[in-house]
Nanobody
Framework: QVQLVESGGGLVQSGGSLRLSCVAS????????MGWFRQAPGKEREFLAT????????YYADSVKGRFTISRANAKNTVYLQMNSLKPEDTAVYYC????????????????WGQGTQVTVSS
């Protein structure tokens, strides 16, 4: 049974930082591209960042480029999202996901999803 479990969300002031973690189990982690997405109330799920299975390549949405950094530790079956310079519009539920396509910005290319962690940025 595949599980992805996110942690690290919470309440932070505008301009602050958070680091999200996602621990995977039940799959060969190093064979999957990993991604981070978010979904705000009333909005569609939005791509944020993706990293290839090796960790050599990363890709970001324009909305977070330069502020967010995705990384992974295959030995720990963990993917991270470092979020800096947070803004109130970053408030959402954040999800990690695993894809057999190595890396992709498309929601439909991801095979497994975590349950999400809430990030709230106050102004």
């Amino acid at each position: 049974q595949v599980q992805l479990v996110e942690s690290g969300g919470g309440l932070v002031q505008s301009g602050g930082s958070l680091r999200l973690s996602c621990v995977a189990s039940g799959l060969t982690f190093s064979s999957y591209g990993m991604g981070w997405f978010r979904q705000a109330p009333g909005k569609e799920r939005e791509f944020l960042a993706t990293i290839t299975w090796s960790g050599r390549n990363t890709y970001y949405a324009d909305s977070v480029k330069g502020r967010f950094t995705i990384s992974r530790a295959n030995a720990k079956n963990t993917v991270y999202l470092q979020m800096n310079s947070l803004k109130p519009e970053d408030t959402a539920v954040y999800y990690c996901a695993a894809s057999v396509y190595n890396s992709s910005p498309r929601v439909g290319d991801y095979n497994y999803w975590g349950q999400g962690t809430q990030v709230t940025v106050s102004s």
